[in-house]
């Protein structure tokens, strides 16, 4: 028993020989494990390791919604789905071919590919606008300057190595814009890139069947913005599209990616601040041909906060139909009896002359911008970019015009206030003025007679130019230039829209010491008294000189938000961010004032207005003679360069209680007279407008519109 104990103490004294005894158990253990994880579970451990590949993917937040002031759905966002791509561990052919098999399914559905890639809509040439972008993308893309479209499908074609597939040219391209798009957006196991969207269930179907031979090819649920009606609010709200890759550079530390929506013109631009939501995140596995066998949400999507505009819905849509019908009945002859055949194009504004808030805001042409949703087509980008008539262009907020005559009720209140005239004073019309180069009334150049004696009140009632003349020799270019700072003009409102215009006043020169200019005539003065010269104002700036005349002398601040609010807390945001907000994105702070104007000769300005509309002689009585509705108001005829002269009239109701302010400017409308039968259908609809119709209107839209997400 000894000896058998010694034998063990001798071992285990033998350190040599109990490193080589823990070696071999070692060994023996990860043998055993290797078995065990290659023979008898190998297939499974296989199984879950190709399950394991593991992505952060961002979850697309909605926008916010975009309502009117009465709670109508303006832009909203609808459930779609769009095809991604990812560069998945298969060989090259094998993903070549589950390319080949996607653009089959939707091409059988007609759904097109999303791709950045310049080839026409049918995929027969370059979409290039002019050759210097096509000549600096070659360049870009190492592809020589002389290439043809043929050659450069055919670089592609070897690049991608897509030889197999040139048996169908059309075939070819579309793959070859599926590739192009994704080695742009650096495709790979964890980056995809957008090659289709808002495709047609079918194909989602027909995807979602295929998905095992489809490889690295997923369907992803995105919000797609929605413009309920998205023509007749095109130049307010604007549209969201595409970011471009000078917006990525500059936002890309904002929550954006190269696949995000953003705002590009309209309200979805200045508010896209609070417009975007907030993006969520979900970790996906998939398996090594890119297929997910799981899910998880870490970080839920935010819907962006809600913005109620100023503008009615009615109103908005009475004054398109108003103003299109009106251009068309002046261009066919309903009207004069006679065609005006350069009639084509105008601008309507509608404000609450008391507040300053945007009612209406209408231009004609107009666009749909749901095209612009997830990038244009080539076709439809080319058909409004060449329209002659820039259906894009707010004309309410970037157009300038002369205001003719409505100018002179300004150029009465600066006679009256610096004392040039009286309220009581009345002046004989010549026909023919004195002075200057003895310009003509027009009352005298179309019918060889005179408005005979007239007071500031029939001066505006008759448009007497002579008398406006004499008023402009009186006090000089210096007082109209100041009563027309005063009032608002050559300044932009601060509106929070982008591109607004500040105009220009006739013989403003704010760079010189006396802030005029110089040399400077009478005869320029005379011009400049009657709204003519170098006078330029955009219809949203005399909309707010009517309102301050109507409302008794305060220039308000104009603008189209009522209120943003976010919808997850319910929370309003307060009125002071959103104002620094604005100032920051239009670079205007624009603050309301008060005129000081005696009533006396406020009331002489507005009986004119009065008169215009109510009394024979007005110039636009025969508009009015039949309302219930008690309006002032002015025409104006404007000339232009070329063409018919332009068309504008400005007017207030109700006259006792003024609540709104009407300007409309109609492009080569001949007359402001014509010009008022625009703005009558909008006087009327608005005192019409009852809560109990605001209410079932609300209803109705998003009903019609099948607005859900």
Request: charged share 25%; glycine share 8%; hydrophobic share 35%.
């Amino acid at each position: 028993m000894k000896k058998a104990f010694k034998k063990i103490l001798d071992v285990l004294n033998n350190r040599y020989l109990m490193l080589y005894i823990i070696i071999i158990l070692i060994s023996a253990v990860f043998i055993l494990r290797l078995f065990s994880l290659q023979i008898i579970n190998g297939a499974e451990y296989r199984e879950q390791s190709e399950k394991r590949m593991l992505r952060t993917e961002t979850i697309e937040a909605p926008r916010g919604e975009i309502y009117d002031r009465n709670g109508v759905v303006l832009a909203t966002s609808k459930r779609s789905y769009n095809v991604t791509i990812y560069k998945v561990n298969v060989e090259v052919e094998e993903q070549n071919e589950a390319i080949s098999k996607l653009v089959d399914i939707l091409d059988a559905n007609g759904d097109s590919i999303y791709s950045t890639f310049p080839v026409n809509d049918e995929l027969n040439g370059f979409s290039f606008s002019d050759d210097n972008s096509e000549k600096n993308w070659k360049k870009d893309n190492n592809i020589d300057e002389a290439a043809t479209f043929e050659d450069t499908i055919k670089f592609y074609t070897e690049k991608y190595a897509l030889e197999n597939y040139t048996s169908n040219f059309n075939h070819l391209v579309k793959m070859i814009e599926i590739k192009y798009e994704g080695n742009v957006n650096a495709y790979s196991l964890l980056n995809s890139a957008v090659v289709a969207k808002d495709i047609k269930e079918e194909s989602v179907a027909q995807i979602e069947e295929r998905k095992s031979e489809l490889y690295g090819i997923n369907i992803v649920s995105s919000p797609k913005r929605y413009y309920t009606n998205a023509n007749l609010f095109s130049h307010v709200i604007g549209y969201v599209s595409n970011i471009s890759s000078d917006e990525y550079s500059k936002k890309k530390d904002e929550g954006y990616s190269l696949n995000s929506i953003i705002g590009k013109t309209g309200v979805e631009q200045s508010c896209e601040t609070y417009l975007k939501g907030t993006d969520g995140v979900k970790k996906v596995e998939t398996d090594r041909y890119g297929n997910i066998t799981s899910e998880t949400i870490t970080k839920e999507a935010v819907t962006g906060n809600s913005v109620t505009l100023t503008l009615d819905y009615r109103l908005q849509k009475t004054a398109q139909e108003a103003l299109e019908k009106t251009i068309n009945d002046l261009r066919e002859g309903r009207i004069t009896g006679r065609k005006i055949a350069d009639c084509n194009s105008g601008a309507v504004v509608v404000l609450d002359c008391q507040t300053g808030e945007v009612l209406a805001m209408v231009n004609y042409p107009n666009y749909d911008t749901n095209l612009f949703v997830g990038g244009i087509k080539a076709s439809d980008w080319k058909r409004i970019s060449e329209d002659a008539l820039n259906p894009m262009y707010n004309r309410a907020i970037s157009g300038t015009y002369s205001p003719g005559s409505t100018y002179k009720m300004l150029v009465g209140f600066a006679g009256l206030e610096t004392g040039a005239i009286t309220v009581d004073e009345k002046y004989y019309d010549p026909g023919v003025y004195q002075y200057g180069h003895r310009p003509v009334c027009w009352l005298y150049s179309s019918r060889r007679t005179t408005h005979g004696y007239v007071n500031v009140s029939g001066a505006i009632k008759g448009s007497c130019n002579c008398y406006f003349y004499e008023v402009g020799r009186r006090i000089g270019i210096a007082k109209i230039v100041e009563y027309s700072k005063l009032f608002g003009l050559g300044e932009k409102t601060g509106i929070e829209l982008p591109q607004e215009s500040p105009g220009q006043i006739a013989g403003a020169d704010d760079s010189s010491e006396d802030g005029l200019k110089s040399p400077w005539y009478l005869g320029d003065t005379l011009s400049a008294a009657i709204g003519q010269h170098e006078n330029q104002y955009t219809p949203i700036q005399l909309a707010n000189y009517i309102s301050a005349i109507a409302n008794g002398g305060t220039l308000n601040k104009v603008s189209v938000l009522k209120e943003i609010k976010n919808e997850s807390t319910m929370e309003t945001v307060p009125l002071s961010d959103i104002e620094k907000t604005m100032e920051e994105f239009t670079n205007v702070k624009f603050e309301s004032r008060k005129i000081n104007i005696k009533e006396e000769y406020l009331n002489a300005i507005k009986e004119g207005m009065l008169s215009v509309t109510t009394e024979t002689g007005g110039t636009a009585n025969i508009v009015f003679k039949n309302s219930n509705i008690k309006v002032a108001g002015k025409t104006g005829t404007s000339q232009v360069s070329s063409g018919t002269n332009n068309g504008l009239f400005v007017g207030f109701a109700p006259y006792d209680n003024p609540k709104i302010a009407v300007v409309a400017i109609i492009e080569h409308g001949e007359e402001g007279t014509y010009t008022a039968n625009v703005v009558k259908p909008i006087m009327e609809e608005y005192f019409k407008i009852s809560e109990e119709d605001k209410l079932n209107e609300k209803e109705q839209n998003v009903v019609d519109n099948k607005v859900e997400f």
